[in-house]
Each structure stands twice: as C-alpha cells, then as structure tokens.
C-alpha cells in the first residue's frame, strides 16, 4: 500500500515521483510498463529517429487519415523508464506566453506562463548565460551548441536573417518568433532523459520511493467516487496494488485510455469497445491535438555535406506567416532545418550526407481528434484519430508555412550549399499541388497532448486541481491535460507542469 501511486515512469512521472518523495514521510510507488533503458543507442544523440519501433517502443498507429492522402501515421511513445522522453528529439522549447492564456481561462493563473515560470525555472540547469526567467540548479540539462552547429544550419539562419527574420541567441529567453540553434536535453554529449535528470541513484536509493518496472496498469479499482487502487499485470500475473491517492502520468494516449478501460468516458464509447460504463464523461480522449511538420522540402548539396555533430534537427525557426520579420507576438508556422534528406515514407529521399531538408509546419493547429479503446483489455489496440489537417485553418497556414521553407532553401545564403530542390521539387508550384505534396508529406511531429483536458467548466476531464472531475483521489499529471497544445515541441511543458502540480499536491479529499 502506498500513499501515492504513479502510474507511468515518463517525463511527468519521473519529475512527480522525484519531487513528492522529497518527502520522507510519504510513501511513493512509481509503475511503468516498459523496464531500464539498456539499449546504449538512446544515449546517442544521432540515434534518436533508429529507436522508434524496438521493445521499448508502443508503436502505436492511427487509423487513416482522410486528409493526409488516406495515410496511416506511426506513433512511436516510450515504453521505458522516461516514457518518450527516451526516444524524444531532445529539443527543449518552452513555448510562447500566449500558449498558456487558454490554460490560465481553463484552471486560473496557476497554469498561466507567469504561474509555471517557477516550474520551468526549478526544472532547468542552463549555463550558457545569466537570464532572470532561466534555471542554473536544476535536475534536467538545457545545452545551448554553438561549435557543433552545422555550416548548412548557418547559412539556412543567415538566409532567415537576411530576409529580415530576427536571430535569437535561443528560443527560451526571450521571443520566440525567430530562428536560433535548438537547446537541447543533452548532457556530456549524451541524451538526458527526465528519468535519467530526477531519478538518478540517489534519488532511487530513497527509501520512500519504490520503482516497480514490467507493471502495466490494466485499469483503476473503484468503489464509489475513489480509486482504491490499480488493476496490474506483470509477466502475466494479474494483481491489485493499492494506494491512497493514485497519478495518471502514463502520457496522452495511455491516460484516457486507462479511464475508458475503468468505465470512465463517453457511453457510446464504452459500449463500441465492450466496457461498463461507470461514469458519463464525455471528454475523455477528446480534444486531440498534434504538431505535424512536412517532411520535407529536399535540397540535394553541391558538396558533401558533414553528417550532424547534434541530433540532425539542429534549428527551430518560428514565424508569422503574413509577416515573418515581425519579432514579437505568438507566431503560426515552424520551420526546422535537419542536416540530412528527410523524406516521409513513400517519397524518395537521396543518400545521407547529399543533401539538407527544411521542415515545416503549423504551430497551433484547430484540427481536433480524439482516441479511443478498441476493445476492453490493455491488449486491445486503441483507435487513433488525430483528424489531421481536417480544419482549412490547419492547411491554409501549412501552404504558407511550405511556401516560405522554399524561400528560404533558394535564397541566395544558401547557395554555396543548396544544389537542386528535390522535394516537392520545381514542378510543384501550384496551390493545389502544393496541397498534396503535403498531405503525402505531413507526419507527426509526436507532440499528442489533450486528451484529459483541464478546466473549470462541468465537462472538463481534470479540474484546476488536475483532480479527475468525480473522484476524490485520482488525478491526471501529464501532456494529456494540456488544454491547447503549446507552440513549440512540449516535453518542456510538460515538465513544468508536473514541477507546478508536485509543488503543492492537492490532498484526497
Ligand atoms: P510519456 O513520456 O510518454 O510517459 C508515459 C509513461 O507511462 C511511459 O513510460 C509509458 O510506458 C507509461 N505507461 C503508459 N501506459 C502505461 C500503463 N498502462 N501501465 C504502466 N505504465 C504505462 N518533445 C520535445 O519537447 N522535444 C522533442 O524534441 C521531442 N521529440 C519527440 C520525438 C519523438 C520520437 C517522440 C516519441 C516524442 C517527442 N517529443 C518531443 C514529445 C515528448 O517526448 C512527450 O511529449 C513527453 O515525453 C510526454 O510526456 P508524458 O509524461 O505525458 O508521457
């Protein structure tokens, strides 16, 4: 028995169950599915795009895609101790001020970006300068590259700069509209996963603090309006573990997933999948939300091209697409430049080391989706359906978004690198091509976030509280409660938030 219970070990989980067993007296259990990370590739940082698909890995899928050309999209989420913060991109971007006005209007000024500034703060060991809103003594490292900065990365941000794109020195002390290299979770040269920066061996030699790794949580014991625990099965024995106030932190897909198999969601829901339902709640699994960036807009080089001494993705250029040399406000495409041919599966990319790709993408996208259970057990694979690109929102600012990559990739800066635009290539110019080149190219930039939304209206999935609406002693701590999705990748945001709930954790009731 446990005072509390997490349930998942991923960048919420391990930053939830580091800070409450700072205090001796409370008894913590963490359980994960997946087991330690042994694999040495996830500390490499150029590996991070190999690991998808291995053991440790849920592979998920969504179901077609009307409006990415029918596609069916892969989802890679960690199954590991540090959840996708182990096969993550490593890119640390806090977002822009206004993302967090929604969650403010939600759940009051505690989730507004003043509210989770001291979250963001304390979670953050960054030395590359002094800056009032950054952290220096905190567990997760934020390393800002210079040296190792790609000479195609430079002069991709010297095209920006020269058609009046304002250059940052990062993303995360300032503006965010503008291009600087990427801050990276990366310490020594090696991924920093947020298990491997809170739950390192001292943390784990806690005696408060039990990590049971191989558990999968299939469901929540209920009696009445409280959990008295979770339904567990490890190596294939079914048992019961019980605590006194249960987290979910097992990330956007597996969060309302356990609800719905405990008989919380919509009825109809639950019935299509075979479950009881116990609770009417609509909203969980709804309010989907994604990034998709299009892979990609293809540069062959007139000389090889040195491979990445980063991750590959090595700068994030964020813009308003009717005016990218404003410098202030939240901007509406993304922009990235990977020292390498990123193609999506189908189109044709060049060998390695031949050519450069410009990523693109719309940071806050209106589409809304929604998972669900396909069946009652953990086994039953869930129903993805992000709806992307469904919103004319959504592919009227990804036109913008493609057309100013190409800007960019021809400007004149890039020459002494850029031989001929291989992808979409010269013969797509337009709208309707460029239309469907990017539904044949867009793919998840695997930021799912939403799915238990926070708010203070009857509906919402979690209150202010991230207490789950009608039960005293469960609660929600992950990327799913998130009620609009941030601009930027949002594992920093995540991280904030499981900093600012773990700081004054609400009691059952
Ligand atoms: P997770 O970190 O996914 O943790 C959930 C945990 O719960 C996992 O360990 C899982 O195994 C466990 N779990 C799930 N179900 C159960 C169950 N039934 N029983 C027990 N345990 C369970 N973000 C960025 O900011 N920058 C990036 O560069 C970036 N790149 C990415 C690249 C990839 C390939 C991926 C997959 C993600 C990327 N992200 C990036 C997103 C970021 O990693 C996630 O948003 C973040 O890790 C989500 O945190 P979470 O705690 O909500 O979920």
Redo the contacts with the bound molecule.
């Keep these: 028995h446990f005072d509390v219970l997490i ?8 930053v939830v169950a580091s800070r409450l067993s700072e205090d001796s007296a409370c008894q913590v259990g963490l ?4 087991v330690m990370p042994s694999d040495p590739d996830i500390a490499d940082p150029l590996k ?2 190999m ?2 698909g291995r053991a ?3 592979a998920y899928r969504t179901v077609p895609q009307p409006f990415t050309a029918n596609r069916v999209h892969e ?19 806090r977002g822009h001020p206004d993302d967090f006005q929604p969650w403010a209007v939600a759940g009051g000024e505690r989730w507004s970006f003043s509210g989770l500034l001291p979250g963001f703060v304390r979670s953050e060991a960054f030395t590359a300068f002094d800056a009032p809103s950054r952290g220096r003594n905190g567990p997760l490292d934020v390393y800002l590259p210079e040296a190792e900065v790609s000479p195609v990365v430079r002069a991709y941000i010297a095209a920006g700069q020269a058609m009046g794109i304002p250059v940052l020195t990062d993303h995360n002390s300032g503006e965010l509209a503008g291009t600087s290299p ?1 801050s ?2 990366i310490r020594a040269g090696k991924r920093l996963s ?1 298990a491997d920066a809170y739950l390192p061996p001292e943390v784990m030699v806690r005696p408060n603090l039990a990590l049971l790794t191989a ?4 469901h929540l014991v209920l009696e009445g309006q409280r959990a008295t625990g979770v339904a ?1 099965v490890c190596d294939g024995e079914s048992m019961t573990i019980s605590a006194d106030r249960i987290v979910l ?7 309302p ?2 609800l719905m198999r405990s008989g919380i969601g919509d009825p109809d829901t639950l019935k299509r999948a075979g479950i009881r339902c116990r609770a009417d709640r609509r909203d969980v699994g709804r309010n989907l939300q994604d990034h998709l960036l299009a892979l990609g807009n293809v540069y062959s080089t007139k000389k090889p091209l040195p491979p990445s001494r980063l ?1 590959h ?1 090595e700068s994030l250029m964020y813009l308003h697409g009717s005016d990218p040399t404003r410098s202030t406000g939240n901007p509406d495409i993304v922009l990235a430049c990977v020292v390498a041919p990123s193609a999506a599966v189908g189109l044709n990319a060049p060998p390695y080391g031949s050519a450069f790709t410009i990523l693109c993408g719309v940071t806050q996208p209106t589409s809304r989706g929604r998972i669900a259970p396909s069946g009652p057990g ?1 086994n039953d694979a869930p129903i993805i359906d992000p709806h992307y690109l469904e919103t004319e929102h959504d592919r009227a600012v990804f036109r913008i978004a493609l057309k100013t990559a190409r800007a960019i990739g021809h400007h004149r800066a890039l020459d002494e690198w850029r031989d001929v635009e291989i992808l979409p290539g010269s013969r797509v110019q337009s709208d309707d091509e460029l239309d469907a080149f990017i539904a044949s190219a867009a793919s998840t ?5 939403g799915t238990c939304r926070m708010g203070g209206d009857a509906d919402a999935v979690v209150d202010p509280d991230l207490r789950l609406n009608g039960f005293d002693n469960v609660f929600i ?4 409660v998130m009620p609009t999705i941030p601009s ?7 991280v904030a938030i ?1 900093e600012t709930w773990a700081s004054a954790p609400p009691k059952a009731r």
Excluded: F
């Design positions: 349930v998942g070990a991923g960048s919420a989980g391990s359980i994960e599915a997946g991070w795009t690991l998808q440790y890995d849920w989802w890679p989420r960690g199954k590991i101790v540090g959840g996708s913060s182990c096969l993550h991109a490593m890119a640390y971007v990427n990276l979770n947020v558990h999968e949580v299939e567990v932190c097992a990330g956007a897909v597996s969060s997933l356990i991750q993705s953990r930039h695997h930021h799912p976030a701590v992950d990327a799913s930027g990748p949002i594992n920093a945001a995540v499981a």
